[in-house]
């Protein structure tokens, strides 16, 4: 049996749909003799979503013919918004036999962050940087399952 006595600190959490868990940024303290909020004025707490990532979109990519011929089962190909990386992925092998890479891009809320790609080449002892971004938006994909995106890579300075 759980008791809570007056003075005690409660943290408040959020189960969103998205199957990600919100804490509250303030706490409440427990009162056994006070109410907050009511039906006509109900109690408004913040919830800490900017450290958060819980939007997901799909990268399908393949590499460019350059690069394509040395790819292997070792190879690595990440995402990142800025320093952060948001996904990671081993090797594919695409339908027509090329190897290619589905990634998962974790993305915040604000589902406008810039998106670039690195991929290190194991046979080459390279990391590559994507020439180009992207904008993350959760309700699309880049490229797609059947038709992956060939992407150009520059060697990372």
């Known amino acids: 049996k759980n008791v809570v006595t007056d003075?005690?600190?409660i943290e408040l959490k959020y189960y969103s749909s998205l199957g990600y868990i919100f804490g509250s940024t303030e706490k409440l303290i427990f009162?056994?003799?006070s109410v907050s909020?009511?039906?006509n004025s109900p109690l408004s707490l913040g919830f800490d979503t900017a450290s958060q990532c819980p939007l997901t979109m799909y990268a399908?990519?393949?590499?460019?013919?350059e690069l394509a011929q040395y790819a292997s089962d070792k190879?690595?190909?990440a995402a990142f918004a800025g320093d952060e990386c948001r996904g990671i992925a081993k090797t594919v092998t695409l339908p027509n036999g090329n190897m290619g890479f589905v990634i998962p891009v974790k993305g915040k809320l604000t589902n406008d962050e810039t998106i670039t790609l690195k991929y290190y080449?194991?046979?080459r002892q390279y990391v590559y940087r994507?020439?180009?971004?992207f904008t993350f938006n959760a309700q699309t994909a880049f490229g797609a399952e059947n038709t992956h995106r060939e992407v150009k890579f520059i060697i990372e300075d």
């Open 121 to 123: 080449s194991a046979a």
């Open 7 to 9: 003075g005690a600190e």
């Open 130 to 133: 994507s020439a180009f971004q």
């Open 37 to 39: 909020g009511t039906i």
């Open 75 to 77: 190879d690595l190909m």
């Open 31 to 33: 009162d056994a003799g």
């Open 60 to 65: 399908y990519i393949a590499l460019e013919p």
